[in-house]
């Protein structure tokens, strides 16, 4: 029983590499391009948050609808708002991107919510952060840890 699964398992990866090559072959699909990506730790704090402008030069709109880290056991997308003079934070489901429209991260804004740091992020360093796309793809990106202090 575990066998057959396996080797089922093996004849599905051997077939992967080459369905893929087939796909890249006939017409890579447009990306979009991530800029100014840096990220800034809270200070005594375990959490960051993660700024960058996605621009989409794609004739199609895209979507991000969430990221992970390798470096972090949490990550979502937030909107910071001001509302009755204080500032509070939202989940963000997703993020739609019109052709030729840049989707901005900054302070005060939008950001990726950092939680669970798994070691130390220090400034200087760089972390990776793939950003999901919604329609499966995943982008990773590396962001430069900045110091919190201005
Ligand atoms: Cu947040």
Redesign the pocket.
């Known amino acids: 029983m575990a066998r057959s699964a396996s080797l089922a398992l093996a004849a599905l990866f051997a077939l992967v590499p080459f369905a893929t090559f087939a796909g890249t072959a006939k017409s890579t699909p447009c990306a979009p391009i991530v800029r100014d990506a840096w990220v800034r730790m809270t200070p005594m704090m375990p959490m960051g948050?993660g700024f960058f402008v996605l621009e989409n030069r794609c004739k199609a709109p895209v979507a991000v609808t969430g990221a992970s880290s390798p470096r972090f056991g949490d990550v979502s997308m937030?909107e910071?708002r001001i509302e009755g003079g204080m500032s509070r934070?939202r989940p963000l489901a997703r993020v739609d991107v019109a052709p030729g429209a840049n989707a901005e991260f900054h302070p005060g804004g939008r950001?990726l919510?950092l939680m669970s740091p798994t070691g130390d992020v220090a400034a200087g360093g760089r972390v990776r952060i793939d950003l999901k796309l919604a329609d499966g793809r995943r982008l990773p990106v590396d962001f430069d840890v900045r110091s919190a202090t201005p």
């Open positions: 948050a937030h910071t934070m950001h919510m």
